[in-house]
């Protein structure tokens, strides 16, 4: 049985798409909390996403006992190593897109599995995005029109809705861009006996 340690609809819907039976529960982790001390610490974009995957993971394959449990969790890293999250406001989602405007940004998409309280299996994918240069009344439409599709993203963007009108160039997997390393989750579950091979 595989368990999806969120209530995010982007992931849910991924994996129901791909055909994997899962169950969907909060796994109770401030992640503002853990985040902020881990920035304290100067970890990097990609170990913060892994770091915030595996404690999702963790604590509820802890009180779940015998299941499967995926942990994921999303960092976009500008190329000068600062960190956006998620928007606090429409006002903040649009000081976001105005900061990405013109420039290139990197997602680190992280996932981790554990059994019975521990890590199994880990993956950190990435993706690197660039933005073409925005107009001021475009982020302003964008904004009003998108706010409640993307007030829970990083980056300020659904790829595969509306978003996609924003980058001129990308590479990296869409799976990747939409919060999980899709490609990679398929392949461990038939390792694992999950999937059919």
Sequence with gaps: MLVLASKSKA????LKAAGITFEAL????????????????????RNLADALAEAKSVKLSRRLGPALVLGADQVLAMEDGQML???ADKD?????????????????????????????WRHVDVA???MRALSDAFIDEYVEMEWSNIQYCVGCYKIEGRGAQLFSDLSGSQFTIM???LLHLLDFLRIRGVLPS
């Design 85 to 87: 999250g998620k928007p």
């Design 92 to 120: 903040d989602a649009k000081a976001h897109l105005r900061l990405l405007s013109g420039k290139k940004h990197i997602l680190f998409s992280a996932a981790v599995i554990s059994d019975q309280g521990s890590p199994v």
């Design 26 to 45: 909060a796994p109770n982790v401030d992640e503002e909390a853990l985040k902020e001390g881990l920035l304290a610490e100067g970890i990097s974009a």
């Design 179 to 181: 919060g999980l390393p």
């Design 128 to 130: 690197t995005l660039t």
């Design 11 to 14: 992931r849910s819907a991924m």
